[in-house]
């Protein structure tokens, strides 16, 4: 069977760490990375009670997408909350890890599960991940000089992109210039006008390498005064991940919608509220797993005929409705992110195979448990 190292790499891998928000706080939480694990259990929040149905079910490790501790404690005594979840997990020899803002935009994520969930298709992200930030350096060289150039910027990280490297473009002209009185030219003389046939080579730069390349153009190129150009690159926003997803459904009507979600939603006092004429047509979707009222402004004048989050509240919601925008729909916080959950299971299950035993919590851990 697997350690719970390798568990947690896969995890990891899925949905990396370094995705989450600063103020986030994800991981493997409590657990020995050497011990084996032959059985994962999956929850949204890690309450007490989620920790003893696993510790009772005999769970190695506990994923959950809430975090335990979001903010500071000055103590983990079994008789506070966490504390409580803490030790009972820890007394029955079960890992705790959590996935939050990480799995959030992440595909296969939280707001992806969501949205294949409810039936959408041809999904993308409301808000795409930014690309790693890309420069263009442009360099002028005589054309005798222009494949040492180019080696040069390559092997300093230059003209990847994606399963490529070595990428580079070139064109030829001419380049002129005169060498002044202290100048040591590699061409021509002090105080004569030179025309050279120069290459203008072209590369994309991750900017994290920008410097290294620049140096190496430097160190390569023939000249004394090098003139080259560094182009900071418009990130294009094609990016598969990235926060909330939009999709389509077939077209139906907002009260028709509306019971499609409340279907395929687990069950809560919470229910799913509606706001918007029932009989609307529904076509573009727009979703969000979680609290998702931070999306409104930039949906207000979109092409989406209904958005589906959770948490709204009620003046940001009137005032969204006031600009003719898309239906509002309301589920629960707890409802909507347990989506997420079968599709780590199922996940975990195609690349561990019987080698890990899986289980899904349906303990409903909303905080909300009746109404009138």
């Not at 395929?264 to 706001?275: K, N, Q, W």
């Not at 573009?284 to 979680?290: E, I, L, M």
């Amino acid at each position: 069977m697997p350690r719970l190292a390798d568990v947690v790499d896969l995890l990891h891998a899925w949905y990396p760490p370094g995705t989450a928000d600063s103020w986030d706080a994800v991981g493997l939480v409590a657990g020995d990375p050497s011990a084996d694990v032959a059985r994962v259990m999956l929850a949204v929040d890690p309450t007490t009670d989620v920790a003893r149905e696993a510790v009772e079910w005999g769970a190695d490790l506990l994923v959950v997408h809430h975090p335990l501790f979001l903010t500071p404690v000055s103590s983990v005594a079994a008789d506070t909350p966490k504390g409580r979840t803490l030790h009972t997990l820890t007394a029955g020899g079960c890992a705790l890890l959590t996935a939050h803002t990480n799995a959030d935009q992440a595909v296969s994520g939280v707001s992806e599960s969501l949205a294949l969930a409810l039936g959408l298709t041809d999904l993308a992200p409301i808000r795409p991940a930014p690309a790693g930030p890309l420069d263009k350096v442009v360099v002028f060289v005589p054309v005798d000089a222009a494949e040492a150039v180019r080696t040069a910027i390559t092997d300093a990280g230059a003209g990847r992109i994606g399963d490529y490297d070595s990428c580079t473009w070139t064109a030829t002209g001419e380049g002129r210039f005169r060498p002044l009185d202290g100048a040591t030219p590699a061409v021509g003389a002090v105080g004569g006008l030179e025309v050279v046939e120069e290459a203008r080579v072209e590369a994309v730069v991750p900017r994290g390498r920008r410097t290294a390349v620049v140096r190496a153009l430097l160190a390569a190129h023939p000249y004394e005064e090098p003139a080259f150009d560094v182009v900071p690159l418009a990130d294009p926003g094609l990016a598969t991940t990235g926060t909330g997803r939009t999709g389509t459904v077939e077209e139906t009507s907002l009260e028709a919608f509306a019971a499609r979600v409340a279907a395929a939603l687990p069950a809560t006092a919470h229910g799913v509220r509606v706001a918007g004429d029932p009989r609307r047509a529904v076509r573009r979707v727009a979703v969000c797993g979680g609290a998702g009222d931070f999306l409104l402004d930039e949906l207000a004048h979109s092409d989406v005929d209904v958005y589906v989050t959770s948490d709204l509240r009620h003046h940001r919601a009137a005032e969204f409705l006031e600009h003719d925008g898309p239906a509002l729909v309301d589920v629960a916080h707890w409802a909507a992110e347990w989506t997420w959950l079968p599709a780590v299971e199922a996940r975990l299950q195609q690349a561990l195979g019987d080698r890990v035993e899986t289980r899904v919590s349906t303990r409903c851990t909303d905080p909300w448990t009746f109404r009138h």
